[in-house]
């Protein structure tokens, strides 16, 4: 009963300090908006004009003053109350553009020496470091572990891959909605920061809360909205990049056109990917004109790296063989910096990454030679990359080891191969679970499925294409067209093809019409425009599967619809660009022209 009664007296005598405080707060705001209303010549702008030197006895620094100290007090009695802060901030940055309105006045007109003026500038920008100070420490959230994390993910940008992989793994969905929240707030910040800091009188300020505005956008599109995020964040990199001068701040050029060629590759894989990724690549040239090896090695090595990711994504689009051969180099000149001596992390790192540029090349040519450099590569990797150690690079090398596999096994043992690769997704799937890494457990899915379809083909035709199906299916649960629309389609398509072994197997007509309508799903994304490779491709499954569909009803339509497809995809497989998908499509189309005419009986 004392025990209750002692709580109940703690808890009114924190009500009475809560209710002194606001009478205190408003009593503060009383006498402040009061002196300004009565005393209206004690504006900044009149003392400045008449007599700078009056400067530390105007009014309003005076109100500054009281107001911060207003502020330290009511902090303290309101720690948990974010929005009291937000109003003090509001209030002081007001008062800053009212300091800023009378100095450019002087400059436009008044006559004072520049001793007078600098102590102005000087009054002002103390505050406005305060401002920013307040940013920095995390005022604004009430979770620390979140600022944290801001300033971590910030720093990493330039390895996007990992800036994503942070938040996917540390942050839980209560967490992520709430790094929203707090990353809203600081763009806000950041934006009413760098109005204060005009570029005519702060350019470096200015340029540099321009850079962090830009982080933060980027940060924010990782989580949603990547291309409205993406695009605000290209734009405050070259309002940034707008103040510098080549021959004051390269570096800080350089770093700026690095950043930038990261924002290109995030819009790279929502839409316009070639061109994006020409963008890209233009970006990180740009930067490399400042980072040579021999003067920034560090920053050399990771703008090549970064360039060579953009090679690796546009030779999905186009020229394969070529890009990848521009990847596989700039991934070979990374690796004249980071050595497994010096930087053993970003040594493996490279290393699994110039596997994926020879898996991707072994696609196209010397697919038997480019699979054992890609499996080479990846080994060395997993010599730095453990599950004890690092759990997380294990599993994305592991994942890209399958990969290399399963390319492996479309020209020599198949079954070993795709067992190989099986096995090597499920020990990545052992880290990527879809609770913490949904994007890279999709990921997996989708290989771990194209490789059971593989497998298919060989052995357990109808248990293998059900294995497919529920792995595409697992991918498909995150992957949703909004926020992933090339992938999306990548796994529409995948399971399209699944559909279409399984229909060989059982119920032709009913695994072949859910095959069309996965196939037709993919091509609302992979157009011929924007992705005319992978839209071949598409088109060229979408022939097969209605070519199956004409052995078992409406022979004439379906061979008439598959004939259509066959026919888009030889628009961009040409003899001359792609002798041997041209070769492929066309064997399908005479093929089924045969069917269709009678001379085949057996079916397509």
Known sequence: MNSRTKEKGEVSERNREIVASCLFAVLILLLLFAAWILNPSYSLIHVIQNDLSTLSHAWLPFEIVIGLVSFVFLFYQFRDS????NRVIDAIVHRLG???QGIDKLQEGQQVTHTKLADAHEHRESIADRIQDMIKDGFVEQNGKLSEFIELISSSLEDLTSAESVIQSRLDDYEKSSFEMVLERRIQDYITVSKTYQTEIYPEEHAATQEKLGRTYITLSLIRDREKHAKSALKAFRRALGVYTLDTKRDDIARLHLLIGV???I?????????NCQLAITAFQEALRVFT???YPVEHAMTQHNLGNAYVTLAQIRDSEGNCKLAIAAYQEVLRVYTREAYPILYAKTQNNLGVAYQTLARVRDSEVNCQLAITSLQEALKVRTYETNSMDYAMTQNSLGNAYSILAEVRNKEINCQLAIAA???????YTHEAYPIDHAMTQNNLGDTYRLLAGVCEREENSKLAIAAFQK???VTTPEAYPIDYAMIQNNLGSAYGTLAVASDTEVNCQLAIAAFQEALKFRTLEANPIDYAM???NLGSAYGTLAVASDTEVNCQLANDAFQKALRVYTIEAYPYLHLSTQRNLDRLQGFCAGSLKKGF
């Open 82 to 85: 974010e929005s009291l802060f």
């Open 98 to 100: 009212k300091m800023e």
């Open 263 to 265: 924002v290109y590759g």
């Open 267 to 275: 819009l790279a894989k929502v839409r316009k990917s070639e061109v």
């Open 293 to 295: 090896r021999d003067t």
């Open 425 to 431: 997704y499920q020990e990545a799937l052992r880290f």
């Open 475 to 477: 991918a498909l649960r």
């Open 538 to 540: 598409t088109q060229l």
